[in-house]
């Protein structure tokens, strides 16, 4: 995986009101606590204030995609979801707290990632923490028969050389989607039945929408 050379600090809000820093230097330095405005809510997230994989700020296409989100709710609703690139966890958080979606987080195999994940449902009442995968992609993924419906990701197209990797994962996990017994009985493929694997990516302010079935 390559490393980040910059910080990307300068891409978050900060003087709008949007955000607000909380610098959590008493009990380690290394992280810093910032309040997120969400639809509906607020978030108090704990982000790095350095991370080698990026994994360490709220990225920008986050709330854009988050807009998106609340205005097609009909499409997430009662999927079986997994987030990739889920950094700080604050995405699958608030859908899990807005909608009760049944949501998987999951990252770079890196301890620090899921620890920081765990962490930041626990300040925001999501107990018992949201379940996590640890994954590289393009690599094995450690769950052989993956039961989720619905990918969604957002900013995770930084590293140009890990599309093919990115791909690969995607492609195991279309592939290996099975519909659940009432929806293959029904026999109807359609939006509303939930029988396709839909792929939700937002990058920037692009969503892309591709139902796999």
């Known amino acids: 995986m390559d490393i980040a050379l910059f910080s990307p600090s300068s891409l978050f809000a900060g003087s709008d009101g949007n955000s607000s820093e909380e610098e959590n230097t008493e009990t380690n330095p290394k ?7 969400f639809p509906g809510m607020e978030l108090l997230v704990r982000e790095f204030s350095f991370h080698q994989l990026n994994a360490n700020l709220l990225w920008p296409g986050t709330f854009a995609f988050v807009e ?9 609703g009662g999927r079986r979801t997994i987030e990739l690139g889920s950094g700080t966890g604050a995405l699958a958080i608030f859908l899990h707290k807005s909608f009760q979606l049944d949501i998987t987080t999951s990252d770079y195999d890196d301890a620090e990632i899921e620890e920081n994940i765990a962490h930041n449902c626990q300040i925001n009442g999501v107990t018992p923490v949201l379940p996590h995968i640890k994954h590289t ?4 993924f450690p769950i052989s028969d993956p039961c989720w419906d619905l990918i969604i990701a957002s900013d995770i197209l930084l590293y ?12 195991f996990l279309l592939k290996s989607y ?17 029988t ?12 892309v929408h591709v139902w796999y079935g």
């Open 178 to 194: 099975k519909p659940k017994a009432s929806e293959a009985v029904s026999g109807k493929n359609d939006e509303q039945n939930g």
């Open 137 to 140: 992609w393009g690599d094995a």
């Open 160 to 171: 140009v050389k890990q599309y093919g990797n990115l791909i690969n994962t995607l492609s």
């Open 31 to 37: 992280f810093e606590e910032r309040r997120h405005q």
């Open 196 to 207: 396709f694997f839909s792929l939700l990516v937002c990058f920037a302010k692009i969503i």
């Open 68 to 76: 998106w989100l609340v205005q097609h709710r009909s499409w997430i």
